[in-house]
C-alpha cells in the first residue's frame, strides 16, 4: 500500500483541526450514520473548551482517487499551534516526511507559525502551503502568499523548498481549489497534492529494527505506551526488544506485549508493522520519550532532537489555607509528587524538583499556558495547590546573569498603539517593527524579557478594550534588564474570617475593585479586592450595621453593589506579587496572602527589605 506520513502546522485557530474533521470525513473515514463530534481530533476536555490543540496526536486517512487507482494511507500528525506546547512539536517532526502550512487568509503566518516552520524547514521537510478561510470577507490571499514566501526566505529554506505548491481552502465548508476564487468543490485536490508532493517513506524493511520513541502515553491496562515512526526493519507482537537513551545506554529490555497502528482517531491493534509505518508499542516500563528501541542487539541510538530547555517556573504547594481539604480529596504532598512525577514522565518540556522540607515542588515549563493547563488538569482531578507567581530562570552567560526574551507580535487599533508602546516600554522591551496592517490596525514587534510579560496581558486588554491581540515566541537568552516594575495597586486583606456581608462591601467598594460578593466564605489574610492606592490595606468585610436604633429607614434597603472581578486560573497566576499565592481548588479559586497572619507579614517584609 502506498504511504505517506505528514504534519499539519498551524498557529492557534487557523482552522488546522477543522480541515482534518473534513479530511476524515470526505476520505471515509466516518459511516455515513456515524456521530462525530465536531472539532474530533480535540480530544482532551481541555482542547475543547479553549478551542486549541494541546497534545500531538497521530491518526490517519486512506484515500482512493476517483480515477480508481490505488488507495494511500495518509498517517497526519496534529500539531500544538502555541509555542508553550513546542516540546511535542520537536519530536512530532522527526516522524513525517512533508508539512501542510496552514495559515490564515487574513492574518497570515504568525509568530508560533515561524517557531514551529523553521524547525520543520531545518530538518529538509518540503512544506505544502495551505490558504484557510479563503471565504473570510477580509481576506487577502496574495498578500499572505507573499508573507509565507517571505518567512521561509527568512527562515533559510532552501531552493527545493521555496517551490512549494499553494491551495486555497475552507476547512470548515471542505473545499480546496488551486486558484484564491475557489468557493465549492471537495478536498481532492489537498489529497492529490499530498499524494504528489510528500515523499512515500525511504526506508528500508529489511534491516535491522529501529524506532525513535516521540510520544509517550499512559493507559490503565497496558501502562506506557511509546508512539513513533520505525525507521527501518520490521516488528511483530512479542518480539524482543531493547530501549537505549542518546547516549548508547541501556535503559530496559522488554518484550512487545501490544502493537498498534492509527485508523482515523481509533489505536488499532496489529500483528506487525514495517519500516516507515507510525505505530504506538506497549510492553517497556522504563523507555521514555527521545530513547531509541531496538532490536536487542541495538548499540548506536538515533538522532533525537535536543529540547528548548524550560523558561518559566512556579511553585507547586500543599494548600495550607484554613479551607483546606473542604473542597478536594487530594491534600497531601506524597499525592501531588507523584501526580506532577507522572505528568513529568509523559509532557517532557516539563521539569519537576523538590523543594527542601517536601511540601513544595518546583515545576519548571515553557509558559504561562503551559503550566495553567497543568494546574487546571489537577484541580479537575481533585487536586487542592498554593501556587506562587511564575517566575523566569535566570542562567550564567559569557557577560554575567542571563535572562530569557520573547518576541512579541501586537496587532491593535491605531489609537491604542501609543499606550501599548508606553507600557512595553515600562517593561524593558524594545521595538523591533511598527507597520500598518490595514483596517486601522497597527502591528508592532517587540524584543521583550519574559520577566517584563508576566501579568501583562490581562491590563493589556484592558488598555485596548479587548480589541488587541498579542503573540508571544521564545526568542534567546539575554543580558538581565534590571528590575522591572511589577503591579502599580496594593490588595485589599480580609482580617476576618467568616461570610462577606453586602452592607460592609457596600462601604469597600469606594476603596477599589471587589473580587468577592456577599455571601462568600472568606478567611484572615485573603485577598478580596484591589486597592485604588498602591499600599495593602487590611479591612473587615464581615462587618454589619449596628442594629441599635429601629426607627423605619428606607435607605438601608437600596444597596446595590458592582458585579465582582472574578479571576480565571491565568489571570489570578499573572495577577499576584511575590508575597501572594493562588488556592486552587476544584470549586474555587481564591488570592490570599503567603502569610496569612499580619505580624508574619510585617516581620517578612522587613526581612526582605534588610537584605
Excluded at 21 to 28: K, T, V
Excluded at 135 to 150: G, N, T
Excluded at 331 to 358: C, F, K, Y
Excluded at 500 to 529: K, Q, T, W
Aim: net charge negative; charged share 30%.
Amino acid at each position: 500500500m502506498n504511504l505517506r506520513n505528514v504534519a499539519i502546522i498551524a498557529h492557534v485557530d487557523h482552522g488546522k483541526t477543522t480541515l482534518v474533521d473534513q479530511l476524515f470525513r470526505q476520505s471515509g473515514t466516518f459511516r455515513e450514520n456515524q456521530r462525530v463530534e465536531e472539532r474530533a481530533m480535540d480530544s482532551n476536555d481541555l482542547e475543547k473548551e479553549r478551542g486549541i490543540t494541546i497534545l500531538a496526536k497521530c491518526t490517519s486517512v486512506e484515500w482512493t482517487p476517483k480515477d480508481g487507482g490505488e488507495t494511500v494511507h495518509i498517517n497526519i500528525v496534529d500539531t500544538p499551534g502555541h509555542a508553550d506546547f513546542g516540546a511535542e512539536v520537536e519530536r512530532i517532526l522527526s516522524m513525517v516526511d512533508g508539512v501542510i502550512l496552514l495559515v490564515d487568509s487574513a492574518e497570515g503566518p504568525m509568530p508560533q507559525t515561524k517557531f514551529v516552520t523553521g524547525k520543520a524547514l531545518s530538518l529538509g521537510l518540503k512544506p505544502i502551503v495551505v490558504v484557510n478561510k479563503i471565504d473570510r470577507p477580509d481576506a487577502r490571499p496574495a498578500e499572505v502568499l507573499d508573507e509565507c514566501f517571505e518567512l521561509f526566505l527568512n527562515l533559510d529554506a532552501n531552493d527545493e523548498q521555496l517551490d512549494f505548491p499553494t491551495l486555497y481552502a475552507s476547512g470548515r465548508s471542505g473545499y480546496a481549489g488551486r486558484t484564491d476564487d475557489v468557493r465549492e468543490g471537495d478536498l481532492t485536490p489537498l489529497f492529490e497534492t499530498i499524494v504528489s508532493h510528500v515523499p512515500a517513506p525511504n526506508l528500508d524493511p529489511d534491516a535491522e529494527f529501529k524506532m525513535l520513541a516521540t510520544l509517550l502515553d499512559r493507559d490503565n491496562f497496558l501502562g506506557r505506551i511509546l508512539t513513533g515512526r520505525i525507521e527501518s526493519g520490521t516488528l511483530n507482537v512479542n518480539d524482543p526488544i531493547r530501549a537505549v537513551d542518546v547516549n548508547g545506554k541501556t535503559v530496559e529490555d522488554g518484550r512487545v506485549s501490544k502493537l498498534f497502528a492509527f485508523e482515523g482517531l481509533e489505536r488499532v491493534p496489529v500483528t506487525s508493522a514495517k519500516a516507515g509505518d507510525i505505530v504506538a508499542i506497549a510492553g517497556l516500563m522504563k523507555a521514555t520519550v527521545s530513547n531509541t528501541i531496538g532490536t536487542p542487539q541495538i548499540t548506536e541510538p538515533l538522532h533525537a532532537r535536543e529540547i528548548d530547555p524550560p523558561t518559566l517556573s512556579m511553585t507547586f504547594a500543599v494548600n495550607d489555607s484554613p479551607f483546606a481539604g473542604k473542597d478536594g480529596d487530594k491534600v497531601q504532598s506524597r499525592v501531588i509528587r507523584e501526580r506532577l512525577e507522572r505528568e513529568a514522565e509523559g509532557n517532557v518540556a516539563i521539569r519537576v524538583t523538590e523543594t527542601p522540607g517536601g511540601e513544595a515542588f518546583e515545576v519548571a515549563g515553557r509558559g504561562e499556558l503551559q503550566l495553567g493547563v497543568v494546574i487546571e488538569t489537577l484541580r479537575r482531578e481533585g487536586f487542592e495547590l498554593g501556587i506562587s507567581r511564575p517566575r523566569v530562570l535566570f542562567r550564567d552567560g559569557p557577560d554575567g546573569r542571563e535572562e530569557p526574551y520573547e518576541t512579541v507580535v501586537i496587532d491593535v487599533d491605531d489609537e491604542f498603539s501609543g499606550t501599548v508602546i508606553d507600557k512595553m516600554a515600562m517593561r524593558k522591551a524594545e521595538m523591533t517593527d511598527m507597520r500598518p496592517s490595514g483596517g486601522g490596525k497597527t502591528r508592532l514587534t517587540f524584543s521583550a524579557p519574559s520577566r517584563g510579560l508576566i501579568g501583562y496581558h490581562g491590563e493589556f486588554l484592558s488598555d485596548t478594550r479587548g480589541t488587541g491581540i498579542m503573540n508571544r515566541l521564545f526568542e534567546k537568552y539575554g543580558p538581565h534588564k534590571g528590575k522591572i516594575e511589577g503591579r502599580q495597586n496594593g490588595a485589599l486583606i480580609s482580617m476576618e474570617t467568616g461570610a462577606a456581608v453586602a452592607y460592609s462591601l457596600n462601604m469597600l467598594e469606594e476603596r477599589g475593585v471587589l473580587f468577592i460578593a456577599p455571601g462568600d466564605m472568606l478567611y484572615e489574610g485573603m485577598v478580596i479586592g484591589e486597592n485604588a492606592k498602591p499600599q495593602d490595606l487590611e479591612v473587615n468585610p464581615l462587618k454589619s450595621k449596628q442594629l441599635t436604633n429601629f426607627r423605619a429607614s428606607g435607605k438601608d434597603e437600596g444597596i446595590r453593589l458592582t458585579p465582582p472581578r472574578r479571576m480565571t486560573l491565568e489571570q489570578a497566576i499573572a495577577y499576584i506579587q511575590d508575597d501572594e499565592l493562588v488556592e486552587v481548588t476544584p470549586k474555587v479559586i481564591r488570592i490570599r496572602k503567603r502569610y496569612l497572619d499580619p505580624h508574619e507579614r510585617k516581620r517578612q517584609s522587613r526581612k526582605a527589605e534588610a537584605a
